[in-house]
C-alpha cells in the first residue's frame, strides 16, 4: 500500500493526546495524522490504548492533555476546510461535521428491513418510527439503492436485518454510515467473527469506501492489516510504537516481541531474540 504524502493536508491531526482513568495512563503524548483517502490502521493487543484513542476522536472520552484537529467539517452540507479542535465538541457535534463510527457488535434494528435501517439512518435526527413515516425524496431512494448496490445487500432490501448474515449486517452498518456522507469512517474490528470470504469482501469494501473517505479501523487480524491497510500505527500501553507502511511496521523487531509476545521488549529500546512468523493474532 502507497506511504503517507506529507503535502497533503491530513483530516485530523493528532497532537499529544494523553487520557488517565483514576491514576491510570490509557494514553501518553500519542501523535500521529490520519490522511485522506488513505486506510489507517490502529494495531496493538489488548489495554494498548487503541479503542480509547477511538473514543476521544469522537467525543465519547475527553483527554487529560492535547488536541485533536479536524480539517474535514461539513457547512450546511458543503465540505470544507477548517481547523476545528474535535476535544472541544461534543459527541453529536462531531457526528454532524462527518465523523461516524462502527463498533464491533453490528448495531441494526433487526426486526425492520434493509431498507428501513437505511431510511433510518438517513434521517437520523428522528425517532426511529417517526423516521418510517417520514416520506424521503427520490434522491434519497436513489441514494439508498446506491449504497445497498455498493455493498451488495440490493437483493436483501426488503428482507428483515435479522436473516442476514453476521457479515452483511456489518455491511449494512457500513452503508448506514454512508448514507450520512460522513468524512471520516472509523470502524471497529470489522472483520471480528467473519469467514474468510466475508472477511476478503470487507477488505474490498474498504478500499473502494477509502477512495472518497478516510477510513480509520482498529483491528487484530494480521492478513487483513496486510492486505488493506495503507498505514499502521503500532501502540503499546498508551503509546505509539511503530508507525509506517504495514510492510515496515509488521516486520519491525520491536511489534514482534510486544505485539506478538516473541521475545522481549524493554523500555530502552532493545529487544531479546524474536523469531518465527507473523500470524493471525488471536
Known amino acids: 500500500m502507497s506511504e503517507v504524502n506529507i503535502n497533503v493536508t491530513p483530516v485530523i491531526e493528532i497532537d499529544n493526546i494523553s487520557v488517565s482513568f483514576e491514576g491510570f495512563k490509557a494514553l501518553t503524548d500519542v501523535t500521529t495524522k490520519i490522511m485522506p483517502h488513505k486506510v489507517h490502521f490502529f494495531i496493538g493487543p489488548n489495554g494498548a490504548g487503541k479503542t480509547t484513542l477511538l473514543d476521544i476522536i469522537c467525543g465519547k472520552t475527553r483527554p487529560s492533555k492535547g488536541k485533536i484537529i479536524y480539517h474535514g467539517g461539513k457547512d450546511l452540507g458543503i465540505r470544507k476546510y477548517v481547523n476545528m479542535d474535535l476535544t472541544k465538541l461534543s459527541e453529536s457535534e462531531i457526528v454532524s461535521e462527518g465523523i461516524g463510527r462502527k463498533f464491533q457488535a453490528p448495531s441494526v434494528f433487526t426486526s425492520l428491513t434493509v431498507w428501513e435501517n437505511m431510511e433510518i439512518s438517513l434521517k437520523g435526527s428522528k425517532s426511529v418510527w417517526g423516521s418510517l ?115 515496515d511496521a509488521l516486520a519491525d523487531e520491536k511489534v514482534r516481541a510486544v505485539y506478538l509476545g516473541r521475545g522481549k521488549f524493554h523500555k530502552s529500546g532493545t529487544v531479546d531474540s524474536s523469531e518465527g512468523e507473523l500470524k493471525k493474532d488471536a
Open 133 to 247: 413515516f417520514f416520506k424521503i425524496s427520490d434522491k434519497q431512494k436513489e441514494q439508498i439503492e446506491n449504497i445497498l448496490d455498493f455493498i451488495s445487500l440490493s437483493d436483501k432490501k426488503n428482507e428483515k436485518a435479522s436473516s442476514l448474515s453476521h457479515g452483511q449486517k456489518q455491511w449494512l452498518e457500513i452503508g448506514m454510515l454512508l448514507v450520512q456522507e460522513p468524512v471520516v469512517l472509523l470502524l471497529d474490528e470489522p472483520v471480528a467473527g467473519m469467514g474468510k470470504e466475508e472477511t476478503l469482501k470487507t477488505g474490498q469494501l474498504i478500499r473502494k469506501i477509502s477512495e472518497k473517505y478516510a477510513v480509520v479501523v482498529v483491528e487484530h487480524d494480521m492478513e487483513f492489516v496486510r492486505a488493506v491497510a495503507d498505514r499502521v500505527t503500532v501502540m503499546h500501553e498508551g503509546k505509539i510504537l511503530v508507525e509506517g507502511t504495514a510492510e
